[in-house]
């Protein structure tokens, strides 16, 4: 099963840009649709952006659409998101999540890593 490790958050002010990576380990990562969830404090985990096995489809939450940019290297085991125009209520813990699908990407088969925080500041 692929492990996943998030990289890239920080502190950054309202308007700013950070890029988010997610490191795959294992030879598998093309058979595996990824993702990015948040989870702000006191809140339930949400979707942010979905990108498919080659990459050839994208999804967002409407929160996000025309600012973010999810993206995908298969050669190198990574996929990343590229976040600009940031708002304060973008602050969260940020999830990168692996699933065998596509349209069930929260599925019971997936694997989550363990979180990257992003904060803006007003």
């Known amino acids: 099963q692929v492990q996943l490790v998030e990289s890239g958050g920080g502190l950054v002010q309202a308007g700013g840009s950070l890029r988010l990576s997610c490191a795959a380990s294992?030879?598998?990562?093309?058979?595996?649709?990824m993702a990015w969830f948040r989870q702000a404090p006191g809140k339930e985990r949400e979707f942010v952006a979905k990108?498919?096995?080659?990459?050839?489809?994208?999804t967002y939450a409407a929160s996000v659409k025309g600012r973010f940019t999810i993206s995908r290297d298969n050669a190198k085991n990574t996929v990343n998101l590229q976040m600009n125009s940031l708002k304060p209520e973008d602050t969260a813990v940020y999830f990168c999540?692996?699933?065998?699908?596509?349209?069930?990407?929260?599925?019971?088969?997936?694997?989550w890593g363990q979180g990257t925080q992003v904060t803006v500041s007003s």
């Open positions: 999540r692996a699933s065998p699908s596509y349209d069930i990407i929260s599925g019971p088969l997936g694997t």
């Open positions: 294992g030879r598998t990562f093309s058979t595996y649709a």
């Open positions: 990108i498919a096995k080659t990459g050839s489809s994208t």
